[in-house]
């Protein structure tokens, strides 16, 4: 066998392969607002959120050079197709948090999404990513100073749409919009969000610690009876979602979003006093806990 044989597959010249991206299980840790990414990520099923970012010189994606600078960018929730981004005809930026991963660290994939849309030329549908590698900068290392996510809800994907949208592109929003989930975000908590879907109300809270202290806050709320919006609400589950636990309260099907803040402020500071108790938890606390563990349903 002669020697170029032998060179390790994947490699150029004998250049060692890029490392692959380790897994993060909590991948948007540090960022200002990380629960309000999760809930982009997850939760959401129509929003929108401007960023800037700072490209630094010198970066390319899959060969080709990426715009040094500060750039605004879209971020949103997904886009038409599940495609990952779009570099529309105006120079707009769209890339969505929604889209399949390559690694396993969602904040390294959506920098290599953001990267490659910037890349492409106006008026592209960027319909792929090349996969993230260890080398790949983490969304802290590109985002402007001071960025802090605040998603606009939308009750339908009309944000898909440029100005000069073809009837047929209208046509299709349309048949898409006749899917849209009501979802509204709800004062009391950082980061929470109501929706209404077949019939039936739900509150999803996304919380901000580490998801073994807030399962065992929650646990402690459910032995003591503290754990719902009070009555005729019903703590159904969690979500496990970006290393994040969301949990999942059945409300009142006829009762308007904006009414459940005051209980839902009230249940958050019991969460946090329940965050701040330091004793081994009771039997019935870990019985509540396993209770808990049991009607957790991964996202991701």
């Not at 969301?246 to 958050?268: H, N, R, W, Y």
């Amino acid at each position: 066998m002669g020697k170029a044989s032998r060179k390790k597959r994947g490699t150029t010249d004998g250049a060692a392969a890029p490392k692959r991206a380790p897994f993060v299980a909590r991948p948007f840790q540090g960022l200002a607002n990380e629960t309000e990414w999760v809930a982009m990520r997850e939760i959401l099923p129509a929003a929108t959120a401007p960023v800037k970012v700072v490209v630094p010189e010198g970066t390319e994606v899959g060969g080709q050079p990426v715009p040094a600078g500060e750039h605004e960018v879209q971020l949103v929730t997904v886009l038409p197709g599940a495609i990952p981004a779009l570099h529309r005809d105006n120079g707009d930026v769209l890339v969505a948090l929604q889209s399949r991963t390559s690694s396993g660290d969602a904040s390294r994939d959506l920098v290599q999404a953001i990267f490659t849309a910037l890349a492409a030329d106006a008026g592209t549908s960027v319909n792929s990513v090349r996969p993230a590698t260890a080398d790949t900068p983490r969304l802290e290392d590109i985002l402007a100073p001071g960025q802090e996510l605040a998603p606009t809800v939308h009750q339908d994907f009309g944000f898909w749409l440029a100005e000069d949208a073809s009837d047929e592109q209208r046509a299709a929003l349309e048949q898409m919009n006749d899917t849209a989930i009501p979802m509204e975000k709800v004062d009391g908590a950082p980061t929470a969000y109501w929706c209404h879907m077949t019939g039936r109300s739900y509150l999803r809270w996304i919380l901000g610690e580490d998801e073994d202290a807030a399962l065992q806050a929650m646990a402690r709320l459910q032995a003591a009876g503290g754990h719902t919006l009070g009555e005729g609400t019903e703590l159904l589950g969690a979500f496990r979602a970006n290393g994040l636990l969301v949990p999942v309260i059945e409300v009142d099907a006829q009762a308007e979003a904006s009414t459940f803040s005051g209980a839902l402020a009230e249940l958050q500071a019991r969460y946090e006093a329940a965050l701040g108790q330091s004793e081994p938890l009771t039997p019935a606390e870990r019985k509540a806990r396993d209770g808990l563990v049991s009607r957790q349903v991964t996202l991701r």
